[in-house]
């Protein structure tokens, strides 16, 4: 297991041993066991955790949301309906064009649905880059995501 692993485990368990109340309630938490780490790096786990702050009886704090895979896959097959407007594979990479205003909600589901073949998204306004390591992989993922597209979608010009 890697630190990261080592560390959103603990972060797992402090949050469900403890009532945390605020981020740097959880930092400290997380020193107390031997784990120091900043607050942009928290943030991204926090994030990555789907840790959410619930208001239970006037009393705010953290809680895991919990958020199943079939939940970003419906999401995805949603926006591929609504929202798409091209999807092309070029070398490494997968360029998704999109309505104005959505690739970041594409780029935000893509990262949680956890394509394997996936190395990380960049997205603007309307195009997300889908970035792959090699070509192989991008079209693996290229035949992936059209598993979601609308059934008149098109089909991969890079061929």
Known sequence: MNRKESR??????VISENTIHTQQELQEKLSDNGVHVTQATLSRDMKEL????????GTPHYEILSVSQSHWENRLRLYMEDALVMLQVVQNQIILKTLPGLAQSFGSILD????AEIVGTVCGDDTCLIICEDHEKAKACFDILSQYTPPFFFSDKSE
Not at 8 to 13: A, D, F, T, V, Y
Not at 50 to 57: A, P
């Open 8 to 13: 959103q485990q603990l972060i797992r368990l």
């Open 50 to 57: 789907n840790l959410v702050k619930v208001n239970n009886n």
């Open 112 to 115: 949680s649905i956890e394509i």
